[in-house]
């Protein structure tokens, strides 16, 4: 399984970016894939996940600004994240639920 997350960046408080997720190596349409995050100092926590129907998840704390998606023709997962905040300020990574491989992630840091 190869993964590669992109579009992280510096961006200030209220502000939004999109993160991408592209697999290969799976049958991707046919996986839940997650978003995690792991900020400095703190242990790998969950974000998101959607299953292979479309049916997304959310950690409580992030639902009402966080949206993931994917878009299966071009086997890639999104995570649309709005009104960002420095607590967000994170290295985010994806994976498919059934298998253990990761991405080397992508880092977001959101300034006060």
């Known amino acids: 399984v190869q993964i590669v997350e992109s579009g992280g960046g510096l961006v200030q408080a209220g502000g939004s970016l999109r993160l991408s997720c592209g697999v290969s190596g799976i049958t991707f349409s046919a996986n839940t894939m997650e978003w995690y995050r792991q900020a400095p100092g703190k242990q790998r926590e969950f974000v998101a996940s959607?299953?292979?129907?479309?049916?997304?998840a959310y950690a409580d704390s992030l639902k009402d600004r966080f949206t993931i998606s994917r878009d299966n023709t071009k086997k890639t997962m999104y995570l649309q994240m709005n009104n960002l905040k420095p607590e967000d300020t994170a290295v985010y990574y994806c994976?498919?639920?059934?298998?253990?491989?990761w991405g080397q992630g992508t880092q977001v840091t959101v300034s006060s």
């Open positions: 994976k498919a639920l059934r298998y253990k491989d």
């Open positions: 959607i299953t292979h129907g479309d049916i997304p």
